[in-house]
Every structure is written in C-alpha cells, then in structure tokens.
C-alpha cells in the first residue's frame, strides 16, 4: 500500500462484521475520499464494488475492476478503518472517477 490510500484506488477490504442488509465479506472497495483526508485521518470513505449487476439500478455505476465486470454501490457508501483494507487491486479510470463524483453528487448533493 503507498503511504497512504490514494482516491479511486480500489482496495482489497474485510467489511465484516456487519448488520442487516450491509455489503460484508472480504470484496473491492474504492477510495472516494479526498487524499488529504486520506493522508491525515485513521479511516477512509469508500463505496464497495460488486459482481453483481444491476443495470437499471440508478444508485450503481458499472465499471471494470481487474479486468472483470463489477459496479460500484454508491448506495452502500461508507466509512471504514484503514485497517480493513489490504491489497491495492486497481484503480478507477479518469471517466469512471467523474462518473462516480457526479453519482455521489446526484444522491448526496442537495
């Protein structure tokens, strides 16, 4: 891992335990915190990835993760330890990652 987690860097991270209807297992997240926070706070913001697709889902950006097809769960949208997270497995291209700002926008903005 670099000094510190990078944004729209995807992860490895163990999102257990966890309640209800929570994404859990070991899965991909991304990093969608600002790198400053990243830098200086024990814990990161991060969307979970799955391989589970749901295209009409307004809530969930598709995106390749490691040459395979997952979507991002902006509905899931959470903030963790940085102590969950491992491997760095790849990174979000430029047009996903503005993709994904304007996602985050559309459902947290006012």
Request: with cysteine; net charge positive; aromatic share 6%.
């Amino acid at each position: 891992m670099a000094a510190f987690p990078q944004r729209y860097a995807i992860y490895f991270a163990d999102l257990n335990p966890t309640m209800g209807g929570e994404i859990r297992q070991v899965r991909p997240v991304v990093v969608v915190s600002q790198n400053e926070m990243n830098q200086f706070l024990d814990t990161v913001v991060v969307c979970p990835l799955t391989s589970v697709l749901h295209p009409q889902w307004r809530s969930r950006l598709q995106v390749q993760c490691a040459g395979k097809q997952a979507e991002i769960a902006v509905d899931q949208i959470r903030t963790i330890s940085k102590q969950r997270l491992r491997d760095q497995i790849d990174r979000l291209s430029a047009e996903a990652a503005a993709q994904l700002r304007r996602l985050i926008a559309e459902m947290y903005g006012e």
